[in-house]
């Protein structure tokens, strides 16, 4: 059983189900009243920083729940992202100008577009089985810069498109900063997929999704529908990844398929392994990682004496290199295998 | 008629190329049931290091020559520095640890090369001779046929008629009795990793040529051409992987040329969705047996 958000867990599950919403929701409040007010202290860069956390944590927490609970490696989370990116820029030309709530719509088109691609990789990855699911999703990642290219008159192949986003609402004040806008943009995408998966995982549906994993046979013989549950699984990352993708998307006013290569994937993976497979709280350090590490090595670059080609050459690849090696450690030093690097099993 | 003819020539050309490559990770899945997703970084790896040899000295075949040791040493020591130490009680950590090894690959090269494409010539002519107003083959393409063909009938001979390949084969189909028997298993895993990758090595010094040249993510498209062809044959088979690269290489050459080179990489997608969802255990395998 993983320690989810663990404090509020640690009662067991003697906690009736109201009163355990009840504290996720409390949790919820509580982590939004804290990001409210690091917007107010944080300097504007930062501010960004933080609405980046925000976007990769509704990915990594998707990918928790498909890789750490149901044992189902997807390679392809970048391509999900990327689908939830281009049709937000898609859907937002469209109805550009029109006030803020084109935005509320066109992030939620763009997760319903991904769980129907999360549904349709589902379907196949349900009969897949260890390297050959991942092969599949690897291909899914690696095909994306051809789909924008093939069809480059609608995803204008390499250059991709710009992502149309509203101003901050004038109630906001005028001089409101756009950062602290866009911070709480994605930490409210990121807090509502927390809270709704945290309350998925507690329930029947976490339940089977940990029985698959831990062994398939006997999740049938208990009633298990072991292909649904995989497919669903599947279905609720994918959502998640759409969500984070389509968040990536107005960050970053532009998508293109450059902003998700295949290196994007497997930084996803690296993050939930790190962070802890399984558990939300491990995502939201896998999160947190994605960003400090990269300008961790920026400072760092920064600071010895070297020729601006070499420090742009560092800069790129030293987090490459550093996530590389970390993800290497972690997995051989934690001889269990993935299975035990979930939080200790709880006696009794 | 010309083109098609054109085309399947030189289908058969890169075809040859995935088949090599397939061929080494079938070679590893045989031995440890690890699909090697680092064997491209790891081949790109040495392809950098031939082309610096090559540059340096101005001799190619030196730098190919190098890149092949090159292989040869990076595989061992990737088995003996990390793959041994993989618990293989989930299949996924194998695969992680792959994957970690690419970050790893990928960051350092960009690190000491940069992240643009450099040149990388090739041996031979890459012009077509042209035999009765038909475009056919390049000189390159001989050689690639050549060295392939060399390759795939050295790695047979080692396997059905030297000691050496016996060992190996006893130590991947039942480790604890060979280790009884006084087979140094270790080694022979060691040595499956270290021919693995010189074959992959090889490989990417024949594909680079005809690509965009070298880059650190150079064999990322040619890896997944080479996944696909190993599943088509079957991951259990050698002739199967050969048999998949010629059939992918094909498919990729008719697609390229009368669809459009980008949607090459959709329809290797579209493969391989068709074969796993079809026959998982590939066409060439001969139990149908999978880990459920």
Not at chain 2, 11 to 24: I, S
Request: net charge positive.
């Amino acid at each position: 059983m993983s320690a989810t958000l663990a404090p509020a867990v640690r009662a067991g599950r003697r906690m009736p189900e109201t009163r355990r919403r009840t504290r996720h929701l409390l949790w919820t409040v509580a982590a939004a009243v804290l990001i409210v007010a690091l917007t107010y202290v944080l300097p504007p860069f930062r501010n960004y920083q933080l609405a980046t956390v925000g976007a990769y944590l509704c990915v990594t927490a998707g990918l928790t729940v498909l890789t750490g609970l149901n044992g189902q490696l997807s390679l392809g989370h970048g391509a999900l992202m990327a689908t939830g990116a281009y049709t937000v820029a898609l859907l937002q030309e469209r109805l550009a100008g029109q006030g803020q709530w084109t935005l509320l719509v066109s992030v939620v088109a763009a997760i319903a577009v991904t769980t129907v691609a999360g549904g349709i990789v589902g379907l196949a990855a349900a009969r897949l089985r260890g390297p050959y699911l991942a092969g599949l999703t690897l291909a899914v990642a690696v095909v994306v810069p051809a789909i924008t290219s093939t069809f480059d008159t609608i995803f204008n192949s390499d250059q991709g498109l710009s992502v149309y986003v509203d101003p901050p609402p004038p109630a906001l004040g005028a001089t409101f900063p756009y950062e602290r806008w866009q911070a709480w943009l994605t930490w409210t995408g990121a807090l509502l997929t927390m809270l709704v998966l945290a309350t998925l995982i507690r329930g029947r549906f976490g339940r089977s999704l940990r029985a698959v994993r831990d062994d398939e046979a006997a999740a049938r013989i208990a009633g298990v529908n072991v292909a649904r549950t995989q497919v669903l699984a599947f279905v609720v990352s994918a959502a998640c990844a759409g969500l984070g993708g389509a968040l990536f998307a107005v960050l970053a006013q532009s998508v293109s398929p450059g902003a998700f290569p295949l290196s994007l994937s497997l930084f996803l993976v690296m993050a939930i392994v790190i962070g802890g497979l399984g558990s939300l709280a491990g995502a939201v350090w896998g999160a947190v990682l994605l960003v400090a590490l990269p300008a961790l090595t920026h400072s760092v670059t920064d600071s010895i004496n070297v020729s601006p080609a070499v420090a742009q050459r560092l800069e790129g690849n030293l987090p490459l290199a550093l996530f590389g090696v970390t993800l290497v450690v972690v997995m051989l030093a934690a001889p269990g295998g993935i299975a035990s690097l979930k939080p200790r099993r709880r006696k009794a | 008629m010309d083109r098609f003819v054109f085309l399947t020539f030189d289908g058969l050309g890169r075809g040859a190329v995935y088949a090599a490559f397939a061929l080494a990770l079938v070679l590893i899945w045989r031995a440890t049931r690890i699909v090697n997703f680092a064997q491209g970084a790891m081949a790109v790896a040495t392809a950098y290091v031939g082309y610096s040899v090559a540059n340096a000295t101005g001799s190619y075949w030196l730098g190919f020559v190098v890149a092949i040791a090159g292989g040869l040493l990076l595989g061992a020591a990737v088995e003996r520095v990390v793959m041994r130490f993989v618990d293989h009680s989930s299949p996924l950590n194998g695969v992680v640890v792959a994957l970690g090894l690419v970050l790893v690959i990928q960051g350092v090269l960009g690190m000491i090369y940069g992240n643009e494409f450099r040149p990388a010539g090739a041996p031979f002519s890459r012009d077509a001779f042209e035999v009765g107003g038909i475009a056919l083959l390049s000189r390159f393409d001989l050689f690639v046929f050549a060295a392939v063909f060399a390759v795939v009938a050295l790695l047979a001979i080692l396997f059905t008629r030297t000691n050496v390949g016996l060992r190996m084969r006893a130590s991947a189909f039942a480790p604890d009795v060979s280790r009884l028997l006084g087979v140094n298993v270790g080694g022979m895993l060691t040595l499956g990793w270290a021919l693995a990758a010189a074959v992959g090595s090889m490989a990417g010094m024949l594909v680079i040529p005809t690509e965009l040249g070298l880059h650190p993510n150079a064999m990322d498209i040619v890896f997944v051409s080479s996944f696909t062809a190993a599943v088509v044959g079957g991951l259990d088979s050698p002739v199967g992987a050969v048999a998949g690269g010629l059939m992918v290489g094909l498919l990729l050459s008719y697609v390229s040329g009368y669809l459009g080179a980008t949607v090459a990489p959709i329809a290797v997608l579209v493969l391989l969705v068709v074969v796993l969802l079809g026959r998982p255990a590939g066409l060439f395998s001969r139990s149908a047996a999978r880990a459920v």
